[in-house]
């Protein structure tokens, strides 16, 4: 046996199975196994690889152990003479296989112990993490503090990524990615398995290291590239990644590093946790929230300047409103009108004027009835909540102009940059088109069957979607044309006998999966936060009824957990119950209660409750979900 593949798998079934696919055609030439190691999936993995790769040897753990103890499982098992370790959403050429063997095989003395290639995300970009350098403290130091991100290319500050190494150069590396590690088999049976301390990042660090402690070379190869559609910086986001990719250098440090040397390696790494977590979350917040703030700022003010004309020239008084108005009530104004417009969608993409109207609408009336409750003292000026509401309206529509003029070059608040969609096939072109027609996001499509063709194709009809038909070219043109075409393009890929769209619209996005559940109402953004408040709403209404509850909800016992599973949202009131389509759906819930409670007159197949719940899916409301409830408000306890 050549190769023996090995692929730990998580919850990505459809970017599995595209691996799969290209890891199917790049073996047709070799002698090899390919191991899949499930790590307890939910999403129909184990399924979908016994229906669809009978060939593959299925390890099928019940609990996630982790990335090391997975490889580890089929390591034991493999019998061929070089061991590849490849991550589940990377896709390989045809011959990336047979180069990187041929590369390792031409080593007469064997003294290449690995090899790694060259890699890109989903839009054509370079990963970095393709070639690193060993993470000293001083290598850790600069990478901690973002001198390795300002001076990428520095011999000095660079040593990280080893960003003074061309990507196109052939390399003597430290360490290797274990998205794609080509290891020598002989070489793992004499430096051992994978640390199995390392839970997720850091293993590959460290086999990399004790590779080259025993005297082995490690080689970054990049005659052949493969796409690995989530990069390094995907996961920077994240404040878990953050705590355990740098709890990963300090199990590294304390192993291989001694004295001085490891308790200063220990101390930055406790320090980079706590600076990075705080960098990280204070970006999370700041990117999720930035458009808010500018509208409660913008809001604020314009108030602030309604207020201060309208006692310089209606009430002639300087100080007519007291500063609790200014500081206190108008705050509380700007809190309910920014409320309002979110829960109407009014930042929601595309941005869409009713929305705005709807929400801040929707708010000044929730304002006008709180006003007339409130005491006499409080009640300072109608006409500022009405004039904040006209400002507040223009405000928003001004920001968003501005988002789109510079982002589209274009002053319409409504319009998204047009969606033209290049599909390069021949036997599936039309499936793929069908599919981009079902998710209704295109609004121009054209076909050609010409792959050499496909940058000057694009050009022409000013493409900025192409979708690639994987069943009618190659996967190594495919990356090729990707690399060729430009970073200012979506790519797409389907493959035969799915209904997925797979890819990556930004270097600074995990891969994207776009599926027909997108033409799902259930789906939208704007309803799963409309049934989120739902849920949350409706239990939070349930704390005060709970002594009417013990004596109408039969099964009271089960209800409180039900309750807390919903408050937590691990559970909807009204959501799925069939086995397949919450396989289906990874963004679905299980139900307390569910669609086909509204046909208990009726014994239903498991298949009929499929396609009700299906149907409650394409057709969703809020209001399904209220009549649902109230008639069969007792079972919440089942």
């Given at each position: 046996m050549q190769l023996s593949i090995i692929i730990v798998n998580y919850n990505v079934k459809y970017f599995l199975e595209q691996c799969l696919l290209s890891v199917a055609r790049a073996t047709q030439k070799m002698k090899a196994e390919i191991f899949v190691v499930d790590n307890a999936s939910s999403d129909g993995s184990v399924e979908m690889l016994q229906q669809k790769f009978p060939f593959v040897k299925i390890v099928a753990n019940e609990t996630?152990?982790?990335?090391?103890?997975?490889?580890?499982?089929?390591?034991?098992q493999a019998t061929g003479e070089f061991i590849l370790l490849l991550n589940p959403d990377t896709v390989v050429a045809e011959d990336t296989f047979t180069k990187c063997y041929d590369f390792m095989d031409s080593f007469v003395n064997r003294r290449a112990?690995?090899?790694?290639?060259?890699?890109?995300?989903?839009?054509?970009?370079?990963?970095p993490e393709s070639k690193r350098g060993l993470p000293t403290p001083e290598v850790a130091f600069y990478k901690t503090f973002g001198l390795a991100k300002l001076f990428p290319t520095s011999e000095k500050f660079g040593k990280y990524h080893l960003g003074f190494i061309d990507e196109h150069q052939q390399y003597e590396v430290d360490v290797l990615s274990g998205a794609f590690m080509f290891i020598r088999k002989a070489v793992l049976d004499r430096v051992g398995l994978l640390d199995e301390n390392f839970f997720m990042y850091g293993e590959d660090i460290d086999l990399s290291y004790r590779i080259q402690k025993e005297g082995y070379k490690n080689f970054y190869f990049p005659d052949t590239t493969i796409i690995h559609y989530k990069g390094e910086s995907t996961k920077k986001g994240s404040l878990n990644y953050v705590k355990v990719f740098y709890n990963a250098m300090l199990i590294f440090a304390r192993k291989h590093f001694s004295g001085n040397q490891s308790g200063l390696f220990s101390l930055l790494i406790n320090f980079a946790i706590i600076f990075r977590g705080l960098l990280t979350f204070l970006a999370n917040v700041f990117a999720s929230s930035f458009l808010f703030i500018i509208d409660a700022l913008l809001s604020f003010s314009g108030i602030y300047f309604i207020k201060t004309y309208w006692e310089d020239t209606i009430k002639y008084h300087e100080h007519y409103y007291p500063n609790e108005f200014l500081f206190i009530v108008v705050p509380v104004y700007i809190f309910i009108w920014m409320l309002a417009a979110f829960l109407s969608g009014a930042y929601d993409k595309p941005f869409r004027v009713s929305n705005i109207l709807r929400g801040i609408l929707f708010g000044t009336v929730t304002i006008a009835v709180v006003y007339a409750f409130i005491p006499n003292e409080w009640r300072f000026s109608r006409a500022i909540i009405l004039l904040g509401a006209a400002w507040t309206i223009f405000e928003m529509l001004f920001t968003r102009t501005v988002y789109h003029l510079?982002?589209?070059q274009s002053l319409s608040v409504e319009n998204e940059e047009d969606k033209r969609s290049l599909v390069l096939g021949k036997a599936d072109a039309s499936r793929a088109e069908n599919i981009l027609r079902t998710l209704g996001n295109t609004q121009e499509i054209i076909s050609s069957g010409d792959l050499a063709t496909t940058?000057?194709?694009?050009?022409?009809?000013?493409?900025?979607?192409?979708?690639?038909?994987?069943?009618?070219?190659?996967?190594?043109?495919i990356i090729e044309q990707i690399s060729l075409c430009g970073k200012k393009i979506d790519y797409k890929i389907l493959n035969e006998g799915s209904n997925a769209l797979i890819g990556s619209n930004s270097k600074d996005s995990a891969g994207d999966l776009y599926v027909a559940e997108r033409s799902y109402a259930l789906f939208k953004p704007q309803n799963i936060r409309s049934k989120r408040v739902?849920?949350?709403?409706?239990?939070?209404?349930?704390?005060?009824?709970?002594?009417?509850?013990?004596?109408?909800?039969?099964?009271?016992?089960?209800?409180?957990?039900?309750?807390f599973e919903v408050l937590l949202g691990k559970k909807s009131w009204i959501g799925f119950s069939s086995e397949k389509n919450l396989k289906t759906f990874p963004n679905a819930k299980r139900g307390v209660l569910h669609p086909s409670d509204k046909l208990k007159e009726f014994e239903l197949s498991k298949d009929e409750i499929t396609e009700v719940e299906l149907n409650y899916a394409r057709h969703y409301s809020v209001s399904a979900d209220i009549s649902l409830l109230l008639k069969n408000y007792s079972l919440m306890g089942k």
């Open positions: 996630n152990v982790g990335f090391s103890k997975a490889n580890n499982q089929a390591i034991q112990g690995a090899l790694g290639v060259r890699m890109i995300d989903g839009k054509g970009n370079f990963l510079i982002k589209h940058k000057k194709t694009s050009a022409i009809h000013s493409n900025n979607e192409i979708v690639f038909c994987s069943n009618d070219f190659s996967f190594k043109e739902f849920d949350f709403s409706v239990a939070l209404l349930m704390l005060p009824l709970l002594p009417l509850n013990v004596v109408v909800i039969k099964n009271f016992g089960k209800f409180i957990p039900n309750w």
